[in-house]
């Protein structure tokens, strides 16, 4: 760790060792840490605990990945087109092992790239992928952009698009042309948009915010220090960004105004306040939830996430964020990322980790799993994102 302030000192002397003859049985075993520093990315401590560990290959029911980036944006000087992080084979044979039935690629670009996205993927592979389309960004301070946004819309949903992808671009990157300030969430140019693919029945998958730890400094005090160190351009702390509540309150207002059109807030809406979450599934109607890359919030606090999973049990969509980066283990796609998703959600299983890693990526804890009943079990896996999508369940 470069800055060095991810450092603890490790093995202090104690009195009783000061006072150990040299020699002494057991004083050079305890040597080797003394008077050193161990540093905190090199601490990998291993649970003593003696609890069972289940094994879950399978999903109980079939599943719909609701959130996965097979395909990205290539931005740039092709705008609205992709490039494949992953190959189609590829996911099918982990889909075939894992009882996943079909993976939405959300971030399906629009225009060329979109129609790329969709011959490879739905038109080649019926029923095994969704593509999502994403909004023009790159030309929302133009004149007549809402208009043309909505028809876009109308374009994609022609050519197979079956819901709309909003990265965090919204609210947190999205610049006006000319004056640089942020664009706001609830900004009133989307609002065609909006209608647009409620009235086309496109689910809206939407991410804004991110953790409250990323909006804090990267301090000794940060849960997410190691996480943060590792990527500090995800951190929204200082200069001219919303705080958290200002952006989700944002997304709020979207829902409100448009009551026909079916919002997914991505990664559990932020799961370190589930109160919160739960208000706002309490407001709006038209809000749900997916659970990618959260089953680190959701694992620490077991008792409090059953009682959401068994309430918002209709609302509540199976997701990983899964694309090929390795920068990210509880996002990396393949067989051990679905197993602990299925172990968190199908077994009572006690202190494990939440990504195949060494040290737990995202901060140091591990969780428990829910241990979710039959009927909750297979709506969150597949029966919710189906109704959403349109799929037959
Ligand atoms: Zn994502």
């Given at each position: 760790?470069?800055?060095?302030?991810?450092?603890?000192?490790?093995?202090?002397?104690?009195?009783?060792?000061?006072?150990?003859?040299?020699?002494?049985?057991?004083?050079?075993?305890?040597?080797?840490?003394?008077?050193?520093?161990?540093?905190?990315?090199?601490?990998?401590?291993?649970?003593?605990?003696?609890?069972?560990?289940?094994?879950?290959?399978?999903?109980?029911?079939?599943?719909?990945?609701?959130?996965?980036?097979?395909?990205?944006?290539?931005?740039?000087?092709?705008?609205?087109?992709?490039?494949?992080?992953?190959?189609?084979?590829?996911?099918?044979?982990?889909?075939?092992?894992?009882?996943?039935?079909?993976?939405?690629?959300?971030?399906?670009?629009?225009?060329?790239?979109?129609?790329?996205?969709?011959?490879?993927?739905?038109?080649?592979?019926?029923?095994?992928?969704?593509?999502?389309?994403?909004?023009?960004?790159?030309?929302?301070?133009?004149?007549?952009?809402?208009?043309?946004?909505?028809?876009?819309?109308?374009?994609?949903?022609?050519?197979?698009?079956?819901?709309?992808?909003?990265?965090?671009?919204?609210?947190?990157?999205?610049?006006?042309?000319?004056?640089?300030?942020?664009?706001?969430?609830?900004?009133?140019?989307?609002?065609?948009?909006?209608?647009?693919?409620?009235?086309?029945?496109?689910?809206?998958?939407?991410?804004?915010?991110?953790?409250?730890?990323?909006?804090l400094p990267i301090d000794r005090f940060n849960e997410?220090?190691?996480?943060?160190?590792?990527?500090?351009?995800w951190s929204f702390h200082g200069k001219d960004y919303?705080?958290?509540?200002?952006?989700?309150?944002?997304?709020?207002?979207?829902?409100?105004?448009?009551?026909?059109?079916?919002?997914?807030?991505?990664?559990?809406?932020?799961?370190?306040?589930?109160?919160?979450?739960?208000?706002?599934?309490?407001?709006?109607?038209?809000?749900?939830?997916?659970?990618?890359?959260?089953?680190?919030?959701?694992?620490?606090?077991?008792?409090?996430?059953?009682?959401?999973?068994?309430?918002?049990?209709?609302r509540i969509v199976f997701g990983t964020d899964a694309?090929?980066?390795?920068?990210?283990?509880?996002?990396?796609?393949?067989?051990?990322?679905?197993?602990?998703?299925?172990?968190?959600?199908?077994?009572?299983?006690?202190?494990?980790?939440?990504?195949?890693?060494?040290?737990?990526?995202?901060?140091?804890?591990?969780?428990?799993?829910?241990?979710?009943?039959?009927?909750?079990?297979?709506?969150?896996?597949?029966?919710?994102?189906?109704?959403?999508?349109?799929?037959?369940?």
């Amino acid at each position: 760790m470069a800055l060095g302030a991810g450092t603890f000192a490790a093995g202090r002397q104690t009195a009783a060792d000061q006072q150990a003859p040299q020699g002494a049985p057991g004083a050079n075993a305890a040597r080797p840490l003394q008077d050193t520093v161990l540093p905190l990315e090199r601490y990998e401590p291993k649970s003593m605990l003696h609890v069972p560990e289940t094994q879950v290959p399978r999903s109980r029911f079939p599943v719909i990945d609701f959130h996965t980036h097979i395909t990205f944006a290539t931005g740039g000087a092709n705008p609205g087109g992709v490039r494949f992080s992953m190959d189609p084979a590829t996911c099918l044979a982990v889909m075939d092992r894992k009882n996943i039935r079909t993976m939405v690629d959300v971030t399906g670009g629009y225009g060329a790239g979109l129609h790329d996205a969709i011959a490879k993927l739905p038109a080649a592979h019926p029923g095994r992928f969704i593509v999502f389309t994403e909004p023009a960004w790159a030309k929302a301070s133009d004149d007549g952009y809402s208009k043309a946004q909505a028809d876009l819309i109308e374009d994609a949903h022609k050519a197979g698009a079956k819901g709309l992808k909003v990265l965090k671009t919204l609210g947190l990157f999205l610049r006006e042309r000319g004056s640089q300030n942020l664009v706001r969430i609830d900004d009133p140019r989307f609002d065609l948009m909006w209608e647009a693919v409620g009235s086309l029945k496109m689910p809206v998958a939407i991410h804004v915010s991110d953790p409250e730890a990323f909006f804090l400094p990267i301090d000794r005090f940060n849960e997410r220090y190691e996480e943060l160190h590792a990527h500090p351009d995800w951190s929204f702390h200082g200069k001219d960004y919303p705080s958290n509540r200002e952006l989700q309150e944002a997304r709020r207002n979207v829902m409100r105004r448009h009551p026909k059109t079916q919002f997914v807030c991505l990664h559990v809406a932020d799961a370190e306040d589930l109160p919160y979450v739960s208000e706002c599934l309490d407001s709006h109607p038209n809000m749900f939830v997916d659970i990618a890359a959260r089953i680190g919030e959701l694992g620490r606090q077991p008792r409090t996430a059953r009682k959401f999973f068994d309430k918002y049990q209709d609302r509540i969509v199976f997701g990983t964020d899964a694309s090929a980066s390795a920068s990210t283990p509880q996002q990396t796609f393949g067989d051990a990322l679905y197993e602990i998703y299925y172990r968190f959600l199908e077994t009572e299983d006690e202190y494990f980790d939440y990504a195949p890693a060494p040290v737990p990526p995202q901060g140091r804890w591990r969780i428990y799993g829910l241990g979710l009943s039959d009927p909750v079990l297979r709506k969150v896996y597949g029966e919710n994102a189906a109704r959403l999508i349109g799929l037959s369940a």
